[in-house]
C-alpha cells in the first residue's frame, strides 16, 4: 500500500517561511508525478505546483510562483516543497499527492499538515 506522509508545517509570522516534507514508501517514483496542494476553509482544494520525478520543468500555480519551490531527495525518496513570503492567505491545510505519469487521477494522498501565518 502507498503511503505518504507529509511534515513540516506550523506557524509562521507573515513573511516567514517553512519546508514541507513529503515521504513516500512502497512507491516507485520514478513512475509517479508528485503534488503539492492545499485548502483553505470553504474553498476548493488547489494544486500547487506538480514535477515528474523522472525530471522536468515543474509547474507552479500562479498564487505561488516565484514564492514555492518543489525539489527531491531521491536518496530518501522525499520531496518537498519551500514556502517562501508567507502571507496570512496561504493559509491552509497543504497535502502531498502523486499519480502514475500521464495520468489525471492524483491516487495517492498524504493526510496534510497545517500551516498557519499569523503575527
Known amino acids: 500500500q502507498v503511503e505518504l506522509v507529509e511534515s513540516g508545517g506550523g506557524l509562521v509570522p507573515p513573511g516567514g517561511s517553512l519546508r514541507l516534507s513529503c515521504t513516500a514508501s512502497?512507491?516507485?517514483?520514478?513512475?509517479?508525478?508528485m503534488g503539492w496542494f492545499r485548502q483553505a476553509p470553504g474553498k476548493e482544494r488547489e494544486l500547487l505546483a506538480a514535477f515528474a520525478w523522472r525530471g522536468g520543468d515543474p509547474y507552479y500555480a500562479d498564487s505561488v510562483k516565484g514564492r514555492f519551490t518543489v525539489s527531491r531527495d531521491k536518496t530518501k525518496n522525499t520531496f518537498y516543497l519551500q514556502t517562501n513570503s508567507l502571507e496570512p492567505e496561504d493559509m491552509a491545510i497543504y497535502y502531498c499527492?502523486?499519480?502514475?505519469?500521464?495520468?489525471?487521477?492524483?491516487?495517492?494522498w498524504g493526510r496534510g499538515t497545517q500551516i498557519t501565518v499569523s503575527s
Open positions: 512502497t512507491l516507485r517514483p520514478s513512475l509517479y508525478t
Open positions: 499527492a502523486a499519480k502514475a505519469a500521464g495520468s489525471s487521477d492524483w491516487r495517492y
